[in-house]
Every structure is written in structure tokens, then in C-alpha cells.
Nanobody, 124 residues
């Protein structure tokens, strides 16, 4: 089993920045990929971006490309989501997810482990 814990959410004005962190624990050696998803009130869960745990470049959804950056620190078993130029439409609960399979996937069904989520609210 892998446990995930997000942190770093909060309230920010439009145009501002936030950095989310996701710390993994447990059987971290089994992680193949990690992803970030978000879910706004009344909407379906949405893919934000993902990164392979052992190497490779991150992949982003079109709405966040150029504004968000995913990075990882394997020594700390952590992945980060740097969010810049935030917009009101970025308001959502953000979830970190992990899976043992390699490669990158945009589908939430392809992730077995999930954090509890952290709220990001962007005021206009």
C-alpha cells in the first residue's frame, strides 16, 4: 500500500501562485507514476498533470500547460505542483494520485492510490 498526503492549498488572488506538495509513504518503491487531478464543485474529476516516478518529463493538460509545473524529489518521496498565473477556474480540490504501473496516464481509473485532497480557491 502507498499513502499520500497533500499540503499547500489555500486562498490566493487571481494571478497569484501556490505550490502543492504530495508526500508518499509506505511501499514507495512500487510507485510507477504520480499524477495530479482536481475536482471543482459540481464537476467531474479532471486530469491536471502526471510524471513518471523514475524519470522522464511531466505531462500536462491543456488548461494548465505553461502555468503549472510538476516536479519530484525521489529522495523525499515527494511530488510537487507549482501553480502560477492562477485563474478563478483553477478553483478546485486538488488530489495527488499514484500507481504502480509505468508510464503516464490521464485517466483517474489508472491510479490506485489517492490523497485526501487539498482545497485551492482563487479569488477574482
Amino acid at each position: 500500500q502507498v499513502q499520500l498526503a497533500e499540503s499547500g492549498g489555500g486562498l490566493v488572488q487571481a494571478g497569484g501562485s501556490l505550490r502543492l506538495s504530495c508526500a508518499a509513504s509506505g511501499r514507495t518503491f512500487s510507485i510507477g507514476r504520480m499524477g495530479w487531478f482536481r475536482q471543482a464543485a459540481g464537476k467531474e474529476r479532471e486530469f491536471v498533470g502526471a510524471i513518471a516516478w523514475r524519470g522522464g518529463s511531466p505531462y500536462y493538460s491543456d488548461p494548465v500547460k505553461g502555468r503549472f509545473t510538476i516536479s519530484r524529489d525521489n529522495a523525499k518521496n515527494s511530488v510537487y505542483l507549482q501553480m502560477n498565473s492562477l485563474k478563478s477556474e483553477d478553483t478546485a480540490v486538488y488530489y495527488c494520485a499514484a500507481d504502480g504501473r509505468p508510464g503516464i496516464s490521464e485517466l483517474w481509473l489508472h491510479y490506485d492510490y489517492w490523497g485526501q485532497g487539498t482545497q485551492v480557491t482563487v479569488s477574482s
